[in-house]
């Protein structure tokens, strides 16, 4: 008798691990309900802060990375627009030259330079 009542508490959870079986409805497709718990989700208000401090810390990092990379283009494009700059300043130097005389247009080449100094 001691074995019967040593396997009768293991029947118990097989029972409660076990398929239940074909539903009288017809409606096999559906999972079983699970009883309606409305607190189950909530957190405590210590967990809820330290998950809005990580939040701000990941949107500050990502806020970071995002000017980083903004101010990365914005070299870039300055990088261009630079060697635009001296390449129609180059072409129109050389048209210059082709119509004037070679010491006026280097004078034009020197005043330019001095004016950007100053008023840089």
Not at 33 to 46: C, D, H, N, Q, V
Not at 79 to 88: C, G, L, S, T, V
């Amino acid at each position: 008798m001691s074995t019967g009542k040593t396997t009768t508490p293991a029947a118990g959870v097989a029972t409660t691990s076990k398929p239940l079986g074909m539903r009288k409805n017809g409606k096999q497709w559906h999972e079983p309900k699970k009883a309606f718990r409305p607190t189950r989700g909530l957190k405590s208000y210590e967990k809820r802060t330290q998950e809005r401090a990580l939040m701000a810390q990941v949107k500050a990092k990502e806020k970071e990375m995002k000017e980083e990379k903004e101010q990365e283009h914005k070299q870039r494009v300055a990088a261009i627009k630079e060697k635009r700059e001296r390449k129609a300043e180059k072409e129109r130097y050389e048209e210059l030259e082709a119509k004037m005389h070679k010491k006026r247009v280097e004078r034009l080449k020197r005043k330019e330079k001095r004016n950007k100094m100053i008023n840089s």
